[in-house]
């Protein structure tokens, strides 16, 4: 295989807000539009990469846009190396500190270099990173938000649709029993070989989550999300100790050295770190080979589209967590075939933008 070197001629960025079909209600904040930042890799030699950062809020996909500007001055002309200008970015943001969104940038650029590399070569990207695409075990993280016992199980059952064998729900009401009779009624509803995993959003104060935690052992969970403050790694392992349901962290790691402590604190029995956090995809693969270190299985976070090739090349790949935030602004969306996330076939990682979506939905 020949890869032509390739030379980053500029940096873009386009916010947009797309609606969300289903709105996502959590502990902390209900979200009904997705907030996203679009990021555009231009190359001398014509080839164009793309990612797209989750900014939770529209004025944070705004600020970054001036930040993505700065950072093209300061990259053009430089090889296409992911390493080399990953070391280049955090150098770049080293008095600021390389946290919060502005990781989110660094990630994306990542992200949408391997993207370019991938197309550059002809390959889909988890070929480029050493694996055949292969479909990948989903669940629906769409909805299920803090939403009545009986809408829940109404809601769980519609995001059946497609195969899926596992959905989310939130959780973290200021009333446990609304908690409780929400996941009975969701249970209730689902056949016994479906799965449910349930996230608090880190809502609960940790003698809460001791005692939550226990009494959802009985409740047919297949796992417990952030149920405290994502940082706080003893208590993590103290109630991952004493459930008996797995505990999963992970969409909060900023960056490997955060996993790394996470896991030697053996604060989970699961890790889903997220690719706007964790580094893109050069951060993904130092974060999947810690996994396999640990005898952790991981899972991923939002970005199913690029997520789906990056699962294909990780030793103990586990879900892929599915939603359809993007859709909107994608000319060909991820494919869900019997429950499972299939890799887009063409070179790349399958991110191509609608120009018309993009346009309607644009944030000025």
């Known amino acids: 295989m020949t890869i032509n070197p390739l030379t980053l001629r500029s940096l873009t960025a386009t916010p947009v807000v797309v609606p969300m079909k289903r709105p996502l209600g959590t502990s902390v904040q209900s979200i ?20 797209y950062a989750f900014c939770y809020l529209p004025s944070i996909a705004l600020s970054l846009v001036p930040i993505v500007a700065a950072l093209s001055t300061a990259l053009e002309g430089a090889p296409l190396m992911p390493i080399d200008l990953f070391h280049r970015i955090t150098r770049y943001f080293k008095l600021p500190g390389l946290t919060g969104p502005l990781t989110m940038v660094a990630s994306s650029i990542d992200t949408a270099v391997w993207d370019a590399l991938a197309i550059a070569a002809g390959l889909p990207l988890a070929s480029l990173l050493g694996a055949s695409p292969v479909p990948i075990r989903a669940y629906n993280s769409n909805g299920l938000g803090l939403i009545s016992p009986e809408a829940a199980a109404d809601e769980a059952e519609a995001l059946l649709e497609g195969g899926f064998g596992a959905v989310k729900l939130r959780l973290g009401r200021a009333d446990f029993s609304q908690d409780l009779a929400a996941v009975r009624a969701v249970r209730r509803r689902l056949s016994n070989d479906i799965e449910l995993m349930v996230d608090f959003n880190q809502a609960l104060t940790f003698g809460e989550a001791m005692h939550r935690c226990r009494l959802l052992d009985t409740e047919g969970i297949y796992w417990i999300e952030e149920p405290i403050r994502h940082d706080d790694y003893h208590h993590c392992a103290l109630i991952a100790q004493a459930t008996e349901t797995p505990i999963q962290i992970g969409e909060n790691f900023t960056g490997v050295a955060q996993m790394a402590t996470a896991l030697a604190a053996t604060a989970s029995d699961y890790v889903m770190p997220d690719l706007d956090r964790i580094g893109g995809v050069t951060g993904w693969q130092r974060a999947a080979g810690l996994a396999a270190a640990y005898g952790r299985e991981m899972s991923s976070h939002l970005f199913p589209e690029v997520s789906a090739h990056l699962l294909a090349v990780t030793p103990g790949r586990h879900w892929l967590e599915y939603v359809d935030w993007a859709d909107p602004i994608l000319q060909e969306p991820i494919r869900i075939i019997d429950g499972t996330a299939v890799p887009a076939p063409g070179p790349g990682n399958g991110l191509r933008w609608d120009p018309g979506a993009v346009a309607k939905y644009r944030l000025e």
């Open 32 to 51: 009904d539009t997705a907030s996203l930042l679009l990021v555009d890799v231009e190359t001398n030699e014509g080839v164009t990469g793309r990612a």
